[in-house]
């Protein structure tokens, strides 16, 4: 063997020992450092969070203080009842909240009043169908009076698109 072919077996046993110490060492070095890392950002996410819930704790305290001074009730209306039902159903369904009007109150005796809330909502048919199936039927929230369709056209998407009128009525005793 001459000098070169022995300086090429070393170069070759060289890398051959460096990638041994890679496999069996470095790398598990490196996936331990980054395991640490990794457990060490968690760690202080856990650290801070007791201070995050006094900060919380402290901030419902404040509004509660700021809601009793303004004598606001905690329990939200009919009409906030209503429109967070039409909210969540919106945004599940793909409808659009056209419209949502103050309600028409009609005094009938003494101690009924009849209350009639009246909205537009923007979708396809079947959406707006389950919609009022079910503000009718699962949530209670009174009786559907009427029911308005009406086909439009956006001439600049030349696109037709469905507008319905619902008007719920809810008789309460005062």
């Not at 419902?60 to 039409?86: C, D, G, P, R």
Request: some cysteine; hydrophobic content about 35%; charged content about 20%.
């Amino acid at each position: 063997m001459n000098l070169k072919q022995k300086n090429g077996i070393l170069l070759l046993s060289f890398l051959l020992l460096v990638w041994i110490a890679y496999v069996f060492s470095f790398s598990k070095t490196l996936e331990a450092r980054k395991n640490y890392n990794i457990l060490k950002q968690e760690n202080d996410l856990f650290a801070s969070a007791s201070q995050n819930i006094n900060n919380l704790k402290l901030q419902v305290a404040y509004y509660n203080t700021k809601l009793n001074e303004y004598q606001i009730s905690s329990e939200s209306s009919f009409q906030n009842n209503l429109l967070n039902t039409l909210n969540d159903f919106s945004q599940k369904n793909q409808l659009k909240i056209i419209n949502f009007k103050d309600p028409h109150r009609f005094q009938i005796d003494n101690n009924a009043l009849q209350e009639t809330y009246t909205f537009t909502v923007e979708s396809d048919f079947n959406s707006i169908v389950s919609l009022i199936y079910s503000l009718e039927q699962h949530h209670k929230f009174g009786k559907i009076i009427s029911v308005g369709f009406e086909k439009e056209r956006n001439y600049k998407t030349q696109k037709d698109y469905l507008l319905c009128t619902v008007f719920l009525q809810k008789v309460s005793q005062e």
